[in-house]
């Protein structure tokens, strides 16, 4: 089997991904002002409710009947900020609408409260002065209710305004306070920090550090580059966008470990390769059983998204695994290996240095040439641990 020199191009691979991942932040934070979070983790109220037309939709006048409804009730609920998906309905009598309404933070306390300055309190003039998403929001603060009962209430308002009355039917609200938010936003970020903990603790356990800080980093890149995807095409990030992450930690481990296990074996079949060489024959080695596993779970989850509906969280879990499929296998293979090659180095380059100023510079060079003459390996991989047996024995000698 002819080697692929997988090292030769690390600089590059690293680049590129270290490129995408710069311009995607960016371009998510500038561009977008930051993610599309969804209701799990930004404070408001998700409603879903349905419309009665005033006739029915026919296959005649279907696609104008649709886009007239969608139209006008994006134009009713634009002042209120408001995020709207239609939803397959089989009824020709009725519409069927998803609309997502932020809770926004007012500027000012609307009401005076111990340790609040009087003259900071909002007037009634800057009330009325305010959006009517603001004013939705205004209202929850004042005690006028709960905000998801006030968002239905004047969204029902608007609508059958301009439908007739009672054509609007409520049928599901959920809602997320701030506190909760925060809440599920710190717990989400600790969730996916501990599964990274035990993923370096468990491979540094069962192999060593320097594979340990490859996987992690591999790991990581996914990630960002999944959240770099979900920033640049604004998908909603949800609580099923955190299972996805998950589910690509375990993928992308899982497979960086298979190519890990090989250069492993390959250090006691072929103790006198290079580490470079090494680490390239068993890339190219395990190369086809990587390949045919990404595929394989990619063709089930490509099924999975195209068949999905439109509304189903199944459809947004599986773009996401989509994405963190192909950026795993990229970095098991671009990635991870290179960090472990430049760790490996950095080691030996620190055990060096120890041994120079422990044995002199004289007895750990003379040691490297000996090494390098014998066998052709990475000398400081080998020699400087041969150099301390050396000087153990001599010590034990005299």
Not at 3 to 12: D, N, P, Q, V, W
Not at 142 to 153: K, L, M, R
Not at 185 to 199: F, N
């Amino acid at each position: 089997m002819k080697t692929i020199k997988f090292t030769r191009y690390r600089f590059l691979t690293v680049g590129l991904s270290l490129a995408f991942m710069i311009f995607g932040l960016l371009f998510t934070i500038f561009y977008h002002h930051g993610l599309n979070m969804g209701v799990d983790f930004n404070p408001g109220v998700s409603i879903q409710f349905s419309v009665k037309l005033k006739e029915a939709i026919t296959a005649e006048n279907a696609a104008a009947g649709e886009i007239e409804t969608i139209s006008v009730i994006r134009k009713l609920l634009t002042p209120y900020e408001a995020q709207i998906q239609e939803i397959p309905n089989q009824d020709p009598l009725t519409r069927e609408y998803r609309v997502r309404l932020s809770q926004v933070n007012l500027r000012k306390p609307v009401k005076a409260a111990e340790g609040v300055d009087p003259s900071e309190v909002m007037t009634a003039e800057e009330a009325a002065a305010l959006s009517p998403l603001q004013t939705l929001a205004y209202r929850a603060a004042v005690g006028d209710g709960d905000f998801a009962e006030i968002a239905a209430g004047e969204l029902e308002k608007v609508v059958e305004a301009e439908f007739g009355a009672d054509t609007v039917e409520i049928k599901q609200k959920a809602s997320v306070t701030p506190s909760r938010a925060a809440t599920l936003t710190m717990t989400a970020v600790w969730v996916v920090v501990a599964a990274m903990a035990l993923v370096l603790i468990y491979i540094w356990f069962r192999f060593k550090l320097a594979f340990a800080v490859g996987a992690i980093v591999a790991v990581f890149h996914d990630i960002i580059m999944m959240m770099v995807f979900i920033g640049v095409f604004q998908v909603e990030f949800t609580s099923v966008t955190i299972a996805a992450i998950l589910t690509i930690i375990g993928y992308s481990l899982n497979d960086t470990i298979v190519v890990f296990d090989r250069i492993r074996e390959s250090m006691e079949l072929n103790p006198n390769l290079p580490l470079r060489s090494r680490i390239d024959i068993s890339v190219t080695q395990t190369l086809s059983r990587t390949i045919i596993t990404s595929l394989t779970t990619l063709f089930t989850v490509v099924a999975l998204y195209v068949f999905a509906s439109e509304t189903s969280d199944i459809k947004n879990f599986a773009l996401n695994v989509i994405v963190g499929i192909l950026c795993g296998t990229y970095s098991t293979i671009f990635i991870a290996a290179p960090f472990y090659y430049w760790t490996e180095l950095a080691i030996a380059a620190v055990k060096r240095r120890k041994a120079e100023k422990k044995y002199g510079k004289k007895a750990v060079a003379a040691a490297v040439t000996a090494e390098a003459a014998a066998a052709s390996v990475d000398s400081d991989e080998t020699a400087i641990p041969m150099l301390e047996r050396k000087m153990r024995g001599k010590k034990r000698r005299h």
